[in-house]
């Protein structure tokens, strides 16, 4: 059971509210019983992992940490435990923000957190001390470091990391001299050369990475290492961020070394329905990141009839899924998210037909099917960021798809935008600057009716009109600005890159997995979401099985993204331009 000081212990919420089962309650003397029984439930863990870290004979196991060989560990633990058995209930009134908090409790709960981030330092640095001791006591100490990380609270979580990207990246002159070796070896003949590579890649993997490997090794060592690796990058992400350079280098090491164990054979395809187990349809609930879920009915339709959730998972995380796919089964590509994630998909059927009485009995007619429309993925894992689980789902999902319902043709997404909104807002801003951005000689068209151009910053009420969504709601509006921005969001998918790829990210992954731009859709996603992300816009990337691989080539090899003619008017680039860009494979 994993010791979570910092979130049950009940001395640093006595107080104010007592969390129970992610439940606040308020705490007073007719409680006393519930909040004896839940310091009960703190305090053997407590004794657990004293018990976990004693060295209880000279044949104790791995699993036995020798911590308690040190007084000053037997000590802190000590003052942990004491703690709690000092903590007093006393009446209190209701609490309010004027509440002046109880300062035996707040001193009982620092203390507590105070020694257990001590430990985990200090068993950080005796993990890094004990490199050349025997394996049984370099795996004790990891997992004693293991178990205090978990029990720290956020910003205890960031000094410690901040200590370990130190330790993890203090070998630079070892690294200088690797390097120095290699290159004089290069007059030394092919065999120095050898010996000098070998030495080289034994800096840069082993010398540096061997902490990460003793954790990986570790029972749950690769969930905790994810886990970390979450903590990392969510460091990097703060406004406040110190060390980012070594933070992100210690997260890419994270990713490289765990990346080999999320091979495609690793990895279980499973499908998810509404007589899965509780406990999954609440991951899946909890995971769909691209159209959140507001209640189990929704949870139910995304299930129902016409409906396909795929799930990936791996033994190092059981049951707990590390990507989700939805998948709408229809008979046309569908061009509104409304119409698949707030009805039946057999609602979109030809109304003669007794589609909708076969759903309500959940039944399928898949005689009636020949689309597949992807409209959600998700990662639920940040710390496996930069491992494309993604496509693995999608193309054993489509297979699975295939053989499941042979009268399949088309397999297309309905995607997001999410960067087109925020994207022309900054070209706005940049134009009325005064610089010279893709809108200095944009055409308004139509949608110059809704400024007066003749004032000073024609372009500032124009932004300022978009800023507000409310303009979608009135339609006289939305169709004076429908062409304009069908033309730029054209413009921003198909010819703004990063690095030769396409800037936005939902469409490098597809372009990426060999999909190609078919269609894109106005006001097709009219949600608080979809209004922020694109102004409501949304995009078909169309699947051909028999093409995906030439278009993921070409892609990757020469930029070149495959698309409709519709997407090249709208963008503005001619079929003999979007030619040119192709070389023979």
Not at 131 to 142: F, Q
Not at 389 to 395: A, Y
Request: one cysteine or more; aromatic letters at 6%; glycine letters at 4%.
């Amino acid at each position: 059971m994993v010791l979570n000081i910092g979130k049950i212990v009940a001395a640093k919420t006595l107080h104010r509210n007592i969390w129970f089962q992610g439940r606040p309650k308020k705490a007073s003397l007719n409680q006393e019983g519930t909040v004896m029984s839940r310091i009960a439930l703190i305090y053997p863990k407590l004794a657990i992992f004293r018990s976990r870290t004693q060295l209880t004979s000279s044949a104790s196991t791995a699993r036995n940490c020798d911590l308690m060989k040190n007084p000053s560990f037997n000590t802190q633990l000590n003052v942990v435990l004491m703690s709690l058995n000092n903590i007093q209930l006393t009446q209190v009134n209701t609490f309010s923000s004027n509440s002046v908090s109880n300062p035996g409790v707040q001193t009982a709960s620092t203390l507590i957190q105070k020694d257990l981030f001590e430990l985990a330092s200090k068993a950080l640095l005796e993990l890094q001390e004990s490199k050349n001791s025997s394996s049984l006591v370099v795996e004790k100490k990891a997992h004693v470091f293991c178990d205090l990380y978990r029990t720290l609270q956020h910003s205890e979580k960031s000094l410690i990391l901040n200590q370990f990207a130190s330790i993890w990246s203090g070998k630079q002159n070892t690294t200088l001299n690797s390097v120095k070796k290699y290159l004089t070896a290069q007059e030394k003949g092919d065999e120095a050369m050898i010996k000098a590579e070998d030495n080289l890649r034994n800096t840069l993997a082993v010398e540096q990475n061997w902490m990460l490997s003793i954790l990986a090794r570790q029972e749950g060592g690769i969930k905790f290492l994810i886990d970390i690796r979450a903590d990392v990058l969510e460091q990097i992400e703060s406004p406040d961020a110190t060390n980012a350079v070594v933070l992100r280098s210690l997260s890419n090491a994270i990713r490289d070394l765990i990346a080999p164990c999320f091979g495609i054979d690793m990895l279980q395809l499973d499908r998810v329905t509404w007589s899965s187990p509780g406990s999954l349809l609440q991951h899946v609930s909890e995971g769909e990141a691209v159209h959140p879920m507001r209640s189990w009915s929704d949870l139910k339709k995304r299930l129902g009839p016409y409906r396909r959730c795929f799930i990936l998972l791996h033994p190092a995380l059981p049951k707990k899924p590390l990507a989700i796919l939805h998948v709408a089964l229809t008979n046309e590509i569908s061009n509104n998210i409304h119409a698949i994630i707030t009805r039946n998909l057999s609602q979109s059927f030809d109304s003669e037909t007794d589609g909708s009485r076969l759903a309500d009995i959940g039944v399928e007619d898949i005689d009636r099917v020949n689309t597949a429309i992807f409209y959600s993925i998700s990662s639920t894992q940040k710390g496996l960021a930069g491992i494309d689980l993604g496509q693995s789902l999608i193309k054993r999902a489509l297979r699975e798809l295939q053989t499941e319902i042979p009268s399949l043709q088309q397999h297309s997404t309905l995607s997001p935008i999410p960067g087109f909104r925020s994207w022309l807002l900054q070209q706005l801003r940049e134009t009325e600057r005064g610089r010279k951005t893709v809108l200095t000689d944009f055409n308004w068209g139509t949608a110059l009716q809704l400024i007066n151009s003749t004032k000073e910053n024609p372009l500032g009420m124009l932004r300022s009109l978009l800023v507000d969504s409310s303009w979608m709601r009135e339609e006289a509006k939305a169709k004076l600005l429908e062409n304009p921005l069908m033309r730029l969001c054209a413009h921003y998918l198909f010819v703004e890159k990063r690095r030769g790829f396409a800037l936005d990210s939902v469409a490098n992954f597809h372009l990426r997995n060999g999909a190609m731009m078919w269609r894109l859709n106005w006001a097709s996603d009219l949600s608080p979401r979809g209004l922020k992300n694109s102004f409501g816009l949304m995009m078909n990337y169309r699947y051909y099985v028999d093409a995906c691989e030439k278009y993921s080539q070409l892609y990757a090899e020469k930029q070149h993204i495959e698309s409709s003619e519709q997407i090249r008017l709208l963008s503005g680039v001619s079929n003999s331009s979007a030619a040119s860009q192709i070389s023979h494979l």
